[in-house]
Every structure is written in C-alpha cells, then in structure tokens.
C-alpha cells in the first residue's frame, strides 16, 4: 500500500479536475505517441464480468472511464468515443441502485457515479439478463439508464453488427 501511496504522489495521473469522468479513470500522460487521426471513431464494447468485492469499485469498469479520460486528453472528441459495457457474472450487482445496493450488502455502491457518468457520456450499460436473473437483480433495481439484455452473448453479438470492437483487455 506505501509503494502505491508514493507512486500517486510523484507519477503523471491526471488530475481529477482534467477528467471528463470525474474522480474515476485516472491515466498517464503520453506526450509521444502515434497521432490520432482526427476522424477517428471509436466504438468499443468492454465485457465485466467479475464483481468488485463488497462496498468498493470495480476496477474494470472504471476502464471506461480511463479511456474517455484519456482519449480526450490526447486530443479525442468526446463525441467520437462510442463505449459500451456489458455486464454479467458477478459483475450483475455492481450494477444495483444504491439503495437496492445497500439493503442488500449494508454499503453503498461504489460503482453509481461512475455509471451515471458514463451513461452521460456516450456510453451504454448492459446487464446479462441470465446472470441477473441467477443474481436476483431485477430491471426495476438497476441503476437509471442501465438496460437488461437477454444475455451477454445477445449484447456483444448486437453491438459487434453495429460496429463495436471488444476490447481485449
């Protein structure tokens, strides 16, 4: 924990106050890399399917953020990035409106804001309607703005036939 402590005080993050996604997506700058054409669109689809542990974020949907954040840092139009997440596993109650969250693990969900402004900028939310199910999360429970699939599988094959690449990591 020291070591990570000192590496967020002397390391190149981004400052909360740069960030698109405020207090999430936490990135270095690169002043050297391949340009980005100015045209480029990114449509992307990011499977989470591994919940975080009980009361804190999950690290893998903060990814989105990271990559708004840093795309539009390096020069990106935020209308150029098209993101979306899909859900499943585990992952299904990181999902859960707070107050759903919180009568069910006795803590808040870490996970809300990011959401909501994710879902604000550009990007849709999934949940896999089987690994809901199997988690008991209903539509009704979800986070505003965040939409049941038939499946995970139903959600990447509809997003792949509109153009969204998966992201491999």
């Keep these: ?13 981004s400052q909360a ?6 207090d999430f997506g936490c990135f270095y700058s690169v ?5 980005i054409n100015d ?14 542990k009980k009361g804190e974020q999950n690290n893998s949907m903060n990814s989105l953020a990271r990559f708004i954040n840093m795309h539009v840092a390096h020069g990106v139009k935020p209308d150029n990035i098209q993101l979306a997440l899909v859900v499943h596993g585990s992952a299904s109650v990181d999902v859960l409106a707070n107050s759903e969250y919180k009568e069910r693990f006795k803590a808040d ?17 999934y949940v896999c309607g ?8 209903a539509p009704e429970q979800l986070i505003e703005g965040v939409q049941m699939s038939l499946s995970a599988m139903t959600a990447h094959a509809q997003l792949q036939q509109q153009g969204y690449t998966l992201n491999p990591f």
Excluded at 17 to 22: P, Q, R, T, Y
Excluded at 109 to 125: D, E, H, M, R, W
Aim: overall charge positive; hydrophobic content about 45%; cysteine-free.
């Design 109 to 125: 969900n870490k996970n809300q804001s990011l959401i909501k402004q994710l879902l604000a900028n550009n990007t849709v939310v």
């Design 31 to 35: 002043p050297e890399h391949v340009q």
């Design 39 to 52: 045209s480029t669109v990114f449509k992307i689809a990011f499977d989470v399917g591994d919940g975080a």
């Design 130 to 137: 089987q690994s809901a199910t199997h988690h008991k999360v």
């Design 17 to 22: 106050g740069e960030n698109l996604i405020k």
């Design 1 to 13: 924990m020291k070591y990570l402590l000192l590496l967020l005080l002397i390391s190149p993050f």
